[in-house]
Nanobody, 124 residues
Framework: EVQLQACGGGVVQAGGSLRLSCAAT????????IGWFRQVPGKEREGVAY????????KYSGSVKGRFTISSDNAKNTAYLQMNSLKPEDTAVYYC?????????????????WGQGTQVTVSS
């Protein structure tokens, strides 16, 4: 059984930092694309960062590029999202997900396995 466990969310002031972690069991990160997504109630889910398990290629949405960094430790089957210079508009539930085809896109429909989400709240 594949499970993804996201953690590390919390409440932080604008300008602060948080690091999210996503630990996976039942799959090998080396074979998957890993994405971080976020969702605010009433809005569509937004893909913010992607990393390729096979080659480490990364992609970011324009809203977080330059502030967020995705990384992974394949030996630990864990991905990370370092979030710096946080803004109130970054407030959302953050999810990690795994794409078995490693498509390289941040289209949520391509991600098969999802974690439970972790709340990030940025106060102004």
């Amino acid at each position: 059984e594949v499970q993804l466990q996201a953690c590390g969310g919390g409440v932080v002031q604008a300008g602060g930092s948080l690091r999210l972690s996503c630990a996976a069991t039942g799959l090998d990160f080396e074979d998957y694309g890993i994405g971080w997504f976020r969702q605010v109630p009433g809005k569509e889910r937004e893909g913010v960062a992607y990393i390729s398990g096979p080659d480490g290629d990364t992609k970011y949405s324009g809203s977080v590029k330059g502030r967020f960094t995705i990384s992974s430790d394949n030996a630990k089957n864990t991905a990370y999202l370092q979030m710096n210079s946080l803004k109130p508009e970054d407030t959302a539930v953050y999810y990690c997900a795994a794409d078995p085809l490693d498509s390289g896109r941040l289209w949520d429909v391509e991600y098969v396995y999802w974690g439970q989400g972790t709340q990030v709240t940025v106060s102004s």
